[in-house]
C-alpha cells in the first residue's frame, strides 16, 4: 500500500478522495500520530486484537475505513515493516537484520521493486510498504479480573526462596534468572509470582520454544487459576486472537505481540531452538513492556550466563535439590572405543551391549541416545535380536506419541532416541546411556538434561548415567561438574537427605 500525507496524517492511498503525492511507508520520515479524541467511540473489538500486537493488515478482519478511522482519532499505531538504516534493512517484527535473508520483488500493492524479509516470511510478508499495526497504548483497563490461586501443594525449600524471588522481580520490575535442577518442580514455584502479577492487573506471558510444553502447561495453569480465561498459543491453536491476561505462548508466536507483556517468564532459555534464533530472542524481548519482569527458567544456563551470575552481572536464585531431597544421579564416563566403526560391522562396543544386558536382565527401563537418525536401523537390528520389543524414535517420527506411550506403560524395554527425548519426558524408574557422547550435538546443556531423565520420582530417586565416548570432551566433563556443583550446593544448605 501507498500512503499521502494528509492535514498532518497518513492516509492510505484508497482512501483519497483526490490524486495526491504517495509513497511507500518505509520513505516516510517520522511516522504521524495524532493524538487522541477521547470522545471516540472506540470499537471493542479492534482493541481486543490489536492491544499488545503488531499485525499486518491482512491479520485484522476490520475494514481499512475502520482502521484508518481508528488511527485517525488516535487509537492505533502505524509502525514501518521495515526500516533501513544506512541503506540496509532491519525487519522489525522478527528483527532480522541479515542482507541476505531480504528479496527484492515487485510489488503490485506499491507498484515499486520492495523489499521484504524471508526470514519471518512464514506468518505472512513484511515489506517495505507493509506497516504494522498496534493498538497505540498496551494498558489493560479490562474489567478488573479476580486470580484466585486454588492450589493446596506446599513448596519445597528451595522451591519456596526462589517462588519468593519471582514475587520480589516482579514487584520491582526486573529480570531474575531460576537456575532449577531438572525436576526441582519449576511451575509450582510460578504460581505465587502470577498470581500477584495478576492481583495488580498485570498482564503475564510464559513463553516456551516446544508447542507440546504449550500444549501441558495450558490446563495446569487453567486448573489454578479457574476465574481466568488462559490463551493458548502455538501454530494452528484456536486462541490466536483471544486476548488474556494469561497466555502461554511458543516463541514464535510472539513476533506478533509487541510491548504486550508486564511479566515475561521464558521457560527453557537454554533449549532449542531459542538459544540458537537471535530473532526468537528478539521477538521476546519486543514482547515486554518498556517496564516489565523477565523471568528465565533453566536448568542448564549457557557458559556466558553462569559466568554471569559468578559475577554478579545476574539477578539469579537457584534450587539446586530435587522436590524429593536425594541427590542428583551423576553420569558415569566411559570409554567405548570407536563406536562408529563397529556399528559398520553390526555390531555394538562390548561395554554398551553389556549395560543394555544388564537392563533387560533386571527388567528395568533404559533410553539409549545417540547422536544421529540414520543410526537407527543397524541399531535397532542389532538390539531386536536381544529383545524384541525393543524401539527407536526420533524428532520426525509419525508414531513419537505413540511410542513413548508404550514406554510410559512398560511396554517397551529400550528406547534408542535422538536428543528429542533429552528434556519434557518423565518415566520413573529408569537407567540412561549416551552412545557417542563426544559428538558435537551433545553440548553440556544437552548432557545434563539427559542425565536429568534419571531418579525424577520420590519411589526410585537414584539410576544410573552412563556416557559412552571415544574421547572425554569438555561438554561432558562440563555437564558432570555442572551436577556435581548443585549437589554440593543443596548438601551445603541442607536440601538433600543424605544417609
Ligand atoms: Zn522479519
Ligand atoms: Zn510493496
Avoid at 133 to 154: F, H, I, K, M
Wanted: charged share 25%; aromatic share 8%.
Amino acid at each position: 500500500m501507498r500512503f499521502a500525507i494528509f492535514d498532518k496524517k497518513l492516509v492510505p492511498e484508497p482512501l483519497l478522495s483526490e490524486p495526491q503525492t504517495t509513497q511507500t511507508i518505509a520513505k516516510i520520515g517520522e511516522i504521524p500520530q495524532p493524538s487522541r479524541n477521547l470522545h471516540f467511540q472506540y470499537c471493542n473489538d479492534v482493541r481486543k486484537r490489536l492491544i499488545g500486537k503488531q499485525l499486518l493488515l491482512d491479520e485484522i478482519p476490520h475494514t481499512l475505513d475502520e482502521i484508518h478511522q481508528h488511527y485517525e482519532q488516535g487509537y492505533i499505531t502505524l509502525r514501518k515493516g521495515i526500516v533501513f538504516e544506512k541503506g540496509t534493512p532491519r525487519c522489525q517484527r522478527c528483527g532480522n537484520q541479515k542482507p541476505h535473508l531480504f528479496s527484492s520483488f515487485p510489488c503490485s500493492r506499491c507498484r515499486e521493486l520492495c523489499t521484504y524479509c524471508r526470514k519471518c516470511i512464514m506468518m505472512g510478508r513484511v515489506s517495505t510498504c507493509t506497516p504494522l499495526y498496534s493498538w497505540s497504548d498496551s494498558e489493560c483497563q479490562s474489567a478488573r479480573e479476580t486470580a484466585n490461586l486454588v492450589w493446596n501443594g506446599t513448596l519445597s525449600f528451595g522451591q519456596q526462596v526462589a517462588s519468593d524471588e519471582v514475587v520480589k522481580a516482579i514487584s520491582t520490575n526486573d529480570d531474575l534468572l531460576v537456575w532449577a535442577v531438572c525436576g526441582a518442580g519449576k511451575t509450582e514455584l510460578l504460581f505465587e509470582g502470577i498470581r500477584y502479577a495478576l492481583s495488580l492487573q498485570k498482564r503475564v506471558c510464559i513463553a516456551t520454544p516446544r508447542t507440546d510444553v504449550v500444549q501441558e502447561l495450558t490446563p495446569r495453569l487453567q486448573a489454578v487459576f479457574p476465574q481466568i480465561d488462559v490463551a493458548s498459543l502455538y501454530a494452528g491453536s484456536p486462541d490466536r486472537h483471544k486476548y488474556s491476561p494469561l497466555t502461554i505462548s511458543t516463541t514464535h508466536q510472539l513476533f506478533r505481540f509487541y510491548q504486550a507483556f508486564d511479566v515475561v517468564i521464558v521457560d527453557e532459555v537454554d533449549a532449542f531452538p531459542y538459544s540458537m534464533d537471535e530473532t526468537l530472542q528478539y521477538a521476546v524481548q519486543n514482547a515486554r513492556k518498556e517496564r516489565s519482569s523477565m523471568i528465565y527458567l533453566s536448568a542448564t544456563p549457557n557458559q556466558q550466563w553462569q559466568k554471569d551470575c559468578r559475577q554478579g552481572k545476574r539477578n539469579f536464585v537457584t534450587i539446586p535439590a530435587r522436590y524429593h531431597r536425594k541427590p542428583l544421579p551423576v553420569p558415569e564416563l566411559k570409554w567405548c572405543g570407536n563406536w562408529d566403526k563397529k556399528l559398520k560391522q553390526n555390531k555394538l562396543p562390548p561395554n554398551v551391549m553389556k549395560w543394555l544386558k544388564i537392563r533387560l536382565d533386571m527388567e528395568k527401563q533404559a533410553l539409549l541416545f545417540i547422536p544421529k537418525i540414520e543410526l537407527i536401523p543397524k541399531l535397532l537390528a542389532i538390539l531386536q535380536k536381544l529383545d524384541s520389543r525393543i524401539e527407536a524414535v526420533h524428532a520426525a517420527d509419525p508414531e513419537r506419541k505413540a511410542k513413548v506411550q508404550s514406554m510410559r506403560q512398560k511396554d517397551i524395554p529400550i528406547l534408542v532416541t535422538t536428543t528429542i527425548l533429552e528434556r519434557g519426558v518423565t518415566f520413573p524408574n529408569l537407567d540412561v546411556a549416551v552412545l557417542g557422547s563426544e559428538e558435537q550435538i551433545f553440548t553440556a546443556s544437552a548432557l545434563v538434561q539427559i542425565a536429568g531423565r534419571v531418579g525424577r520420582s520420590a519411589q526410585y530417586p537414584t539410576g544410573n548415567i552412563t556416557f559412552f565416548h571415544f574421547g572425554r570432551t569438555e561438554a561432558m566433563l562440563q555437564a558432570r561438574k555442572q551436577i556435581q556443583n548443585m549437589n554440593a550446593e543443596a548438601a551445603k544448605k541442607g536440601m538433600i537427605d543424605i544417609e
